[in-house]
Nanobody
Framework: QVQLVESGGGLVQAGGSLRLSCTAS????????MGWYRQAPGKQRELVAK??????TNYADTVKGRFTISREAQNTVYLQMNSLKPEDTAVYYC?????????WGQGTQVTVSS
C-alpha cells in the first residue's frame, strides 16, 4: 500500500503561481512513476503531468510551458504552476504507479480568480 498526502493548494489571482507537493509513504520502493491529475467541476479527471523514475516527463498540452513537475528522492513529487489561469481551477490529485496498481491522494483545491 502507498499513502499520498498533498499540500500547497489555495486561492491565487490569474497570472500567479502555486507549488503543490506530494509525499508518499508505505511501500514506496516499487513506485515507478508519480504524477498530478486534476478534476474541475462537471468534468472528468485529466492528466496534468507525470514523471517516471528515470526522470522522463509528460504534460498535458494545456499546461506545457507553464507547469513543471519534479521529483525528490523516491517519494516526493512537486508541481510548480506558473502563469495560472482561471481554467486551471480544479481539485488536483497526486497519483503514484506501483507495479500494477495506482494510488491516489485526497486532492487539494486550486482556485484561480480572474
Amino acid at each position: 500500500q502507498v499513502q499520498l498526502v498533498e499540500s500547497g493548494g489555495g486561492l491565487v489571482q490569474a497570472g500567479g503561481s502555486l507549488r503543490l507537493s506530494c509525499t508518499a509513504s508505505g511501500s514506496i520502493f516499487s513506485i515507478n512513476a508519480m504524477g498530478w491529475y486534476r478534476q474541475a467541476p462537471g468534468k472528468q479527471r485529466e492528466l496534468v503531468a507525470k514523471i517516471t523514475n528515470s526522470g522522463s516527463t509528460n504534460y498535458a498540452d494545456t499546461v506545457k510551458g507553464r507547469f513543471t513537475i519534479s521529483r525528490e528522492a523516491q517519494n516526493t513529487v512537486y508541481l510548480q504552476m506558473n502563469s495560472l489561469k482561471p481554467e486551471d481551477t480544479a481539485v488536483y490529485y497526486c497519483q503514484a504507479s506501483r507495479l500494477v496498481w495506482d494510488y491516489w491522494g485526497q486532492g487539494t483545491q486550486v482556485t484561480v480568480s480572474s
